[in-house]
């Protein structure tokens, strides 16, 4: 079976660290109920569909339409614009956290003992995860020595050390950080664009572009994100019960995200939780944006 989360595409970790990133939101989703579990099942099939294809085209235009499916009708303008519209959101919440969490296990799968020692070490909020004092071992003043022997450390491991200090110095600035999301969402549009403009083309004209294999596992990317987060939001009694109540939540909930990062402040332990969102256990379905 394909698997195409970047974070499990690229990593094989071994059961410990697994169990070590279990603890920083990686849990299992929920499944929606309510009106909406006809789209559910319909989604499943089509990107079950496209997995299963050995036709290239096929699995493009397959999980296409299980996006397409899995995003309401609810935004004006054409399919393209409406299906963009409704992933941006989910794909820019979840991008800092899943940069942060693959450089995580990264980290760990380095020296696992060692880079697990230094975040335990590491000043942080109470109660948070290590996805969270991660975080805060990268960002906060308070931990600029734990740092600093955590790149002495990584030694001979030169790319490892870069990308570190590469992804810490976006960190340590909400404007950098919220560019980095920025254009990330830019690079989304333009890639969603893509694979509508070769999906088009392999329905009405049948020409497959040597490019298509690369669009079909951003697609799949794509939808596994809001896939995950909509089971999240959308199962159980404390959840929402429709896909458009759970997309303009998302819409909503990313508006307010890039504004609390756009205040330019010193950063704080409590960042963790606003740069490293991760979707609420619990929720009252009759309100949009949880205070």
């Given amino acids: 079976r394909q698997r195409h989360d970047l974070y499990a595409k690229y990593h094989d970790y071994d059961s410990e660290i697994s169990d070590l990133l279990g603890e920083c939101g990686m849990k299992r989703v929920r499944i929606p109920s309510g009106p909406d579990g006809k789209k559910f099942f ?20 397959n999980i296409w339409t299980a996006l397409e499916t899995i995003t309401p009708e609810s935004y004006s303008g054409s399919t ?36 697990f020692k230094s975040i335990k070490s590491a000043a942080c909020g109470d109660g948070d995860n290590l996805l969270q004092q991660f ?27 870069h990308r570190t200090f590469s992804f810490l110095k976006t960190l340590r600035s909400r404007a950098k950080t919220l560019k980095a999301i920025e254009d990330h969402e830019r ?7 893509r694979i509508y403009r070769t999906r088009n083309l ?38 929402y019960d429709t896909y458009e109540d759970i997309f303009r939540y998302m819409e909503m909930r990313y508006s307010k995200y890039k504004e609390d990062l756009s205040v330019s402040e010193a950063i704080t332990a409590t960042d963790a939780r606003v740069v490293l969102w991760t979707p609420p256990q619990d929720i009252d379905r009759k309100i949009i944006l949880p205070t």
């Fill in 42 to 61: 319909n989604a499943v099939s089509f990107h079950g569909m496209s997995n299963s294809s050995t036709s290239v085209e096929n699995q493009l235009v």
């Fill in 202 to 239: 392999i329905v009405h004209r049948g020409q497959v572009p040597s490019y298509t294999k690369t669009l079909v596992v951003n697609a799949h990317d794509y939808f596994d994100q809001v896939f995950e987060l909509t089971c999240a939001l959308g199962g159980g009694d404390q959840h």
């Fill in 135 to 161: 975080y805060c071992l990268l960002t906060l003043d308070a931990n600029e020595p734990l740092v600093e022997v955590l790149f002495a450390e990584m030694k001979d491991f030169h790319l490892l050390r």
């Fill in 187 to 193: 690079r989304v549009s333009w890639q969603i664009h």
């Fill in 80 to 115: 393209i614009s409406n299906v963009t519209q409704g992933v941006l959101p989910f794909i820019g919440l979840n991008y800092m956290a899943r940069l942060t969490r693959c450089l995580l296990g990264d980290v760990l799968r380095w020296n696992r003992k060692f880079a």
